[in-house]
């Protein structure tokens, strides 16, 4: 295994997003914060609990997750697009360096980035929010698990990318919508009848409640299913990734 | 002559998924330690030639080893030996030179070397520029960072796909005494390039390539000697009206004007040639008042090759 290569992707890979900390970092702290302002303190101090917690603790796991997922799938898509889009990716394509490699390192700089993000809002939400978490060590595992996911989604997003609208659709008019529609500001339990069985079929509804089981040890859905969803979503992506590097899909002729 | 083969590439074919046919059967070996020319008009295939050999792209059917190793089997211990720059500049723009070329050499599996990234940056009057972002250099200055990218793992092979292209005339000659330095260091080179003089004056050998044949391969001083032709032209003191008829030289002619004589001649011919030449014209009482000589350059041989291809559309061959 090229160890060096890794280092040397993953090392530049976190340098570029030291580079621009203001974007990459604090935008997405701030923009957070704003939520659990206005949803959290200013009118969840208004609304009633929903199963025993608060209104403000009810919605910091969904709302860290929102963050989570767009910046994963943004991160690792513009880790990878950016070398097609100036040229560069000549080097990693000629360096030996293999497809397992370099995955490793995009989708791991992409990731370390989204986890301390996460772990960033988490703290900050403190500030804003009274909350515990029953399960810091199965939230830690649901962050880096749907991180890693989600990096790897964002690294067929950046292959498969012709340009930058590209690259916004789907984490703007997808990711987005789904993660809103599922759950992140209310318990699926709240929709009347047939828009509960209808919110089963959005697969965010699973992440939402397996990151707040974590918290809270609530969830609308079982979080060993939640667990087993973001297993399979990241087979599904592992899988995509092959097939690129197989056949070199936007990357070899 | 294996031992002396760096690289060995038998039966190369190559269609891009459009159906175009980029290389066609190609056989070349390229000897260790050379500088390497590799010729062709635009499209004739030197860029997917040396695409291929670096990983950028998939090889069709044959063959392609370097330093005895198949590039798809062994393509770590391969490419660990190549170095390439690219005919385009294509560099992170927002990254300083020091950053850009330390992830190349970590990218070929070598250990951070700060002392040697120094040297090479040194080399190429690059180390005052090391904290610059690349966005901020020159066309020139960019070109020079990327062969430093390309030499920061010290390859043993260096591909340069059309180095001096866009490049002033003094940043040209600077990196022809690069090159020059990296073959006495034994680094094989091989160069592409639109620039004739550049294959003239520091290749061995030269390739052409043509319609993704390779359409010959040989020695560059053997090459001139071959199909080289020289011309001796001589300056009348007065007009002639024409040549007299007893003149019969193969080779001369009298200019439009009747103030030359031109005598082409094969550089393989016997210099007494000349001699014969030069009595006869004595003998008939034609004086001169100054003569010079020339040689035809690769230029006009690549030329008069490509031209002869596209009329014969030659078979491919091997070429060793």
């Known amino acids: ?253 | 002559m294996q031992d002396d083969a760096i690289i060995s590439i038998s039966h190369l074919s190559k269609v891009y998924p459009s159906g175009f046919t980029a290389l066609n059967d190609i056989s070349l070996t390229i000897k260790r330690g050379e500088i390497f020319a590799l010729l062709g008009p635009n499209g004739a295939g030197k860029t997917t030639l040396i695409s291929i050999l670096c990983g950028l792209v998939n090889p069709g059917p044959g063959e392609l080893k370097v330093d005895g190793l198949d590039v798809i089997r062994d393509y770590r211990a391969v490419r660990k030996m190549i170095g390439l720059v690219p005919q385009e500049i294509a560099i992170s723009m927002f990254e300083t030179v020091w950053a850009t070329v330390k992830l190349t050499r970590g990218l070929y599996g070598k250990k951070p070397d700060d002392v040697y990234l120094e040297k090479l940056l040194r080399s190429l009057s690059l180390w005052d520029k090391k904290n610059n972002k690349l966005m901020t250099l020159s066309g020139g200055m960019k070109r020079r960072v990327l062969i430093a990218k390309a030499l920061s793992h010290q390859p043993k092979v260096l591909f340069l796909d059309e180095p001096t292209a866009g490049v002033d005339v003094e940043l040209r000659r600077d990196m022809w005494q690069m090159i020059r330095e990296l073959k006495d260091d034994g680094v094989t080179i091989i160069l592409t390039t639109h620039y004739i003089e550049e294959a003239e004056d520091m290749a061995d050998r030269v390739g052409v390539i043509n319609k993704g044949r390779i359409v010959l391969v040989e020695e560059k001083a053997e090459l001139m000697k071959k199909l080289g032709k020289r011309e001796l032209v001589l300056e009348l003191p007065s007009p002639l009206s024409n040549l007299p008829a007893t003149i019969q030289i193969d080779g001369l002619d009298l200019s439009p004007d009747g103030n030359k004589l031109t005598y082409t001649y094969d550089t393989r011919s016997d210099y007494g040639e000349i001699g014969r030449v030069m009595r006869t014209l004595y003998e008939h009482g034609i004086e001169f008042r100054d003569l010079h000589t020339s040689q035809s350059s690769l230029e006009d041989i690549f030329v008069s090759l490509v031209s002869g291809n596209d009329a014969t559309d030659a078979t491919p061959g091997d070429a060793k």
């Not at chain 1, 889009?85 to 394509?93: A, M, N, Q, R, V």
């Open chain 1, 1 to 253: 295994m090229n160890i060096q290569a890794i280092k040397a992707i993953y090392g530049f890979e976190i340098h570029r997003t030291l580079r621009t900390w203001k974007q990459s970092i604090v935008s997405p702290v701030l923009s957070t914060s704003l939520y659990f302002i206005v949803f959290g303190s200013a009118i969840g101090s208004r609304m009633m609990d929903i199963d025993g917690v608060s209104y403000a603790a009810f919605i910091v796991p969904g709302l860290i997750l929102l963050t989570i997922l767009v910046e994963s799938i943004n991160n690792a898509a513009f880790g990878i697009y950016m070398p097609r889009f100036t040229g560069t990716i000549y080097e990693i394509l000629a360096a030996p360096i293999s497809a397992f490699e370099i995955v490793i390192a995009y989708v791991g700089a992409a990731a370390t980035k989204s986890v301390v993000l996460g772990l960033i809002i988490l703290l900050t939400a403190r500030f804003f929010v009274d909350f515990s978490i029953v399960y810091p060590l199965w939230m830690l595992a649901f962050l880096v698990l749907i991180s890693v996911t989600f990096c790897l989604f964002g690294f067929i997003l950046g292959v498969w990318a012709d340009g930058f609208e590209r690259l916004q659709i789907v984490p703007m008019m997808v990711v987005m919508p789904l993660t809103f529609l599922g759950g992140s500001f209310y318990s699926i339990s709240m929709l009347p009848g047939i828009w509960q069985t209808v919110a089963l079929f959005n697969p965010v509804v699973y992440l939402v409640n397996g990151f707040r089981w974590s918290f809270y040890g609530v969830s609308d859905v079982n979080a060993a299913f939640s667990l087993s969803m973001i297993f399979l979503f990241m087979l599904v992506c592992l899988g995509v990734i092959w097939w690129i590097f197989k056949t070199g899909y936007k990357i070899k002729v």
